[in-house]
Nanobody, 115 residues
Framework: QVQFVESGGGLVQPGGSLKLSCAAS????????MSWYRQAPGKEREVVAT????????NYASSVKGRFTISRDNAKNTVYLRMNSLKPEDTAVYYC????????WGQGTQVTVSS
């Protein structure tokens, strides 16, 4: 059974940083590209960043480019999202999932950017 467990969210002031983690199980992690998504209140879920199987190809949403960094550790079946220079508009629940797959969503991790 494919599962994702996201962690690392919290309350942070504008300009602050957080690092999210997503532990994946139930599939061969190193065989799959991975994506981070987020869903803000009242808005549709959107893709934030995608990383290829071994990290050679990475893409970011324009709204986070230059501030967020996606990475992965295939030995730990974990994908990360380092978020710097956080803005109030980054407030959302963050999720990970296999790129292009219709996996069930994990519980997500709440990120709140507020002073």
């Amino acid at each position: 059974q494919v599962q994702f467990v996201e962690s690392g969210g919290g309350l942070v002031q504008p300009g602050g940083s957080l690092k999210l983690s997503c532990a994946a199980s139930g599939f061969t992690f190193s065989s799959e590209a991975m994506s981070w998504y987020r869903q803000a209140p009242g808005k549709e879920r959107e893709v934030v960043a995608t990383i290829s199987r071994f990290g050679g190809s990475i893409n970011y949403a324009s709204s986070v480019k230059g501030r967020f960094t996606i990475s992965r550790d295939n030995a730990k079946n974990t994908v990360y999202l380092r978020m710097n220079s956080l803005k109030p508009e980054d407030t959302a629940v963050y999720y990970c999932r296999r790129y292009g797959a219709r996996d069930s969503w994990g519980q997500g991790t709440q990120v709140t950017v507020s002073s």
